[in-house]
């Protein structure tokens, strides 16, 4: 008989209108790394947040045992204390707060009441160390990058000693060093004893790392598997529950004319230095192609569209023409009046309003569509919602559901809809699929290759090249605020693009 540490037996989670757990079963050995995938909405973050106390007992069907011992959890104090630790995909750190309060937040070293900083400090940094970081622990979350702040949810989980550690996505913005990193972390804390649950979309990663795998589709449960018996196109026929004959649907794309041209463009340091965040780019686009951006974390890639797009704080100089003419783009209602959107990489910060309906999040940008005599009409407001849900297929209870109840592939989806909405004649798209399963990401690919059917100028910034190479017809590699390349993705390979965005000449 397996010696498992912990066995969740037919959990059932019902929200209105949803059965986000149907009878899952789901059993993890002790000291492995357990990979857990599925599409966004199979219900992965549903079952950890059962598991961490989130969702309390009562509230679910089905029981939880650790070594063997029924846990009944009412609270996320109680699953932390039974040794289980769990990063979320959306961040849980306080930014005005420094690296080392972080860390220990709620259970701060000390005696009587004071706070022993010292012992803080030093406990932080030698946790930092182990994650390979160089970073100062007394420094403000905010004023660390995304990457960084996710290294962060890791030192704070291992601060924990958690002998259970789950993790959502941990990669989704991590660098390919950081990535390296952090699986090193996962293999030298498998020696030492410590169970992991890894979820992630990305099937490398997954062959990488884990152990065996477990896959979820519609709240099912569909099976576990060790992973020297399966493979990826196994395990994406069995999360999407049906065959994907190819990754990326590439198509021959004939570019039109220059729709967009970026001339000298610099774009300074918002703190007020004369540093350049963006170093003369100058790059054109044509109608009816995909130009992606590849580099590295910190390359500029998303200071150069949100500048483009009127979105950045700090001064820039240089030249923009559209269709030939040239315009002042000061801030993003400029540029969607000259026919741009962008999605960007935040969606939680810039892309939606939270609190608000699906429908309300996909007008956003387009009120003059909807609007008679600058009334809103609900017909034309849920019609056009409507259309757009089902394109995307998104999954959503209903059109009023708050955007901060869906998942965050279908929050994504709900993004790319205010934009498809305003009918671009050019899209940026900052990471795209990032945290979007791979069925949910194939649906993106065919949606991008339509809108450059009609015409639309695509821009994609992409952190996994192999999307930069499936799906670019053109591909520029910027490093430290420069353009460093361009390149015909027939010329392109991985090595290329990784010698440019590492500083190569």
């Known amino acids: 008989m397996e010696q498992y540490i912990l066995e969740m037996k037919n959990i059932t989670k019902e929200f209105p209108g949803v059965k986000a757990l149907d009878n899952v079963t789901f059993s993890v050995r002790k000291g492995e790394i357990h990979a857990l995938c599925g599409e966004n909405g199979a219900g992965k973050s549903t079952l950890m947040k059962v598991l961490g106390g989130v969702y309390p007992y009562g509230t679910y069907k089905g029981d939880i045992y650790i070594d063997n011992e029924v846990m009944k959890f009412q609270n996320v104090k109680q699953s932390e204390n039974a040794g289980i630790s769990i990063i979320y995909q959306e961040f849980a750190l306080v930014k005005e707060l420094d690296v080392g309060e972080n860390v220990y937040l709620g259970k701060l070293p000390g005696k009587a009441g004071i706070v022993d900083w010292d012992m803080l400090y030093y406990e932080t940094s030698k946790f930092l160390k182990e994650l390979g970081m160089d970073i100062n622990p007394h420094t403000k979350i905010k004023d660390l990058g995304v990457g960084q702040q996710q290294l962060v949810e890791v030192a704070k989980a ?61 709240g099912k449960s569909i099976g576990t598997f060790d992973i020297k018996d399966i493979n990826e196109d196994k395990v994406i026929s069995l999360m999407v529950g049906r065959e994907l004959t190819e990754r990326f649907p590439r198509e021959e794309h004939t570019a039109g004319e220059v729709v967009m041209e970026v001339r000298g463009l610099n774009v300074y340091d918002p703190e007020g230095t004369d540093s350049l965040v963006i170093n003369n780019a100058s790059f054109q686009i044509r109608k009816g192609e995909i130009l992606g951006i590849a580099g590295l974390m910190g390359a500029g890639r998303t200071e150069l569209v949100t500048s483009i797009f009127g979105g950045y704080a700090g001064k820039k100089s240089g030249e923009i023409f559209i269709d030939g003419r040239k315009v002042e783009i000061n801030k993003p209602a400029d540029a969607i009046k000259n026919g741009l959107g962008l999605v960007s990489e935040d969606r939680k910060r810039y892309g939606l309003i939270l609190q608000q309906s699906v429908t309300t999040n996909t007008t956003l940008a387009s009120i003059d569509k909807i609007c008679d005599w600058g009334v809103i009409n609900s017909n034309k ?57 791979v069925g949910a990401k194939f649906e993106i690919y065919n949606i991008m290759n339509e809108l450059v059917r009609q015409g639309v100028a695509i821009v994609m910034i992409s952190s996994e090249l192999p999307e930069i190479l499936g799906m670019s017809d053109r591909i520029l590699v910027m490093c430290e605020g420069s353009i460093k390349a361009e390149f015909n993705y027939r010329d392109a390979t991985q090595e290329k693009i990784m010698y440019y965005a590492t500083g190569g000449h």
């Not at 009023?400 to 940026?428: D, E, Y």
């Open 158 to 218: 291992l601060s924990k000693n958690a002998k259970i550690l789950v993790l959502d996505e941990p990669s989704a913005a991590l660098t390919e060093s950081e990535v390296q990193t952090l699986m090193g972390i996962l293999r030298e804390l498998k020696k030492k004893g410590v169970t992991c649950i890894y979820i992630s979309h990305k099937l490398g990663e997954v062959f990488d790392i884990a152990d065996r795998v477990t896959i979820l589709r519609d």
């Open 381 to 437: 407001e849920y019609l056009n919602t409507s259309n757009y849900v089902k394109e995307l297929r998104i999954k959503t209870p209903n059109l009023r559901t708050k955007v901060n109840n869906l998942s965050g592939g279908n929050q994504q989806k709900v993004v790319l809809a205010k934009w498809l909405m305003t009918k671009p004649k050019i899209l940026f798209l900052d990471e795209p699929t990032r945290g979007i399963d």
